[in-house]
């Protein structure tokens, strides 16, 4: 018997690069929906789905979207919208429903966000509410989860937490800080989305997941910082403007303005789950605590283990924020193949050759009382070549070279340790910018004439 065709929107975005896997793993035919599902065509599973290019707010694309789907899980927000993503929210949920029903979907599966609906909450959080309540106005039952604070790497939420708690010894933020939460562990919130496949009792219902431990915010900043070894005190402010703080989140970590916005205004209000019965109808799921969600996202701070939603295939530069990375990747057209640049490439910090900018190479090394800067070769084969930085610095650090369709491609990593990790990295800024562009210039000259 085949097996059901299941639909994921939001494909480009954190949950579904998750759960798509997963799916998969389970046997499950998947297609995935997005908006620019070329920037999918790098990630380890894209040849393994059906791609579709579909916009919930193009209600015309959805009909080819959901051609013989059984299930429908929708993941998508607009928060990266900016003002009115509100008003766009509820006329996607509006134009999605309306497909699935003429299409004959069985099932839609919702993740959303926990607040109290009854309370003042910020407009993010009634956003995702009335997105679900405009869901369920369809004929396709719907299964709602209401998730607060997502701990994992690459969660917007958890990342807001790791960036700012690296930085800062003294973290300041709002007294809203002092509100309660239950978070929940990124694996959990797939394992529900995964379980509500097949478990049918939960049809039809809205399920408010999450950790049975209740903390503060500032409890979730202050573990954080004990798991990485940080002494941390907080210092709460009895006003700061949401657009002032969403303006240094922006700056400081991954999180861009308009959805640091919304989160930020999220945190106004309490996070709890009032009404306990996702345990009672999944209880295929096992719940994980905070210290372990921790754990499990530390486990993922390397460069072979983080989501490279970055990489679309493109030449150029990129400059990023990541999964408590600094990223510099840079990418240029090659004509000759991958074995004669890898050539090049293994000769990198060898006998005190760089390639390029030995002087800066020598004088780092110097500092570091050491002659070999990335000594240490932690994966290499035909096109694909990773270094570990043996350099004592504010955190760890990597670079890696592949040669992909053309491409050769050059990623520097650094994980800051603490706010001298981002001194180290911002004070050295305009030499990464000078050595790492020549580097990648250098190799593909000289893997040319060699």
Known sequence: MPSPLILVTGATGYIAS???????ERGYHVRAMARTPERLKKRTW???VEMIRADVMEPETLITAMQGVQTAYYLVHNMASGRGYTTIELEGARNFAQAAEKAGVEHIIYLGGLADPEQHIAPH???RIETGVTLRKGS???TEFRAGVIAGSGSISFEMIRFMTELFPIIPGPVWLKNKSQPIAVQNVIDYLLTALTNSSGRGGVF????QQVFLYTDLMKMYANARGHKRRMILLPYVPVWFMAFGIDMMTPVPYPIAYALVGGLSSDSLILHDIAQKTFPEVKLMDYESAIA???KRLHPLKIERVWDDGSSGVKILKHEGFFIDHRAVEVSVSAEKIMDVVKRFDKNGDWLFANWLWRLRGWLNGKQNNFSNVELQNENHILFRSTLKAPGEGWMEWRVEDGLLIQTAYFAPR?????LYWYLLTPFHAYVFQGLIKTIAKKAVVQ
């Open 18 to 24: 998750l759960l798509i896997p997963q799916l998969l």
């Open 46 to 48: 894209y040849k393994q």
């Open 125 to 127: 959080m009634r956003s």
């Open 140 to 142: 396709v039952p719907v």
């Open 208 to 211: 408010e997941i999450g950790m």
């Open 296 to 298: 499990e996202a530390m």
């Open 418 to 422: 603490g706010l001298g990790g981002f």
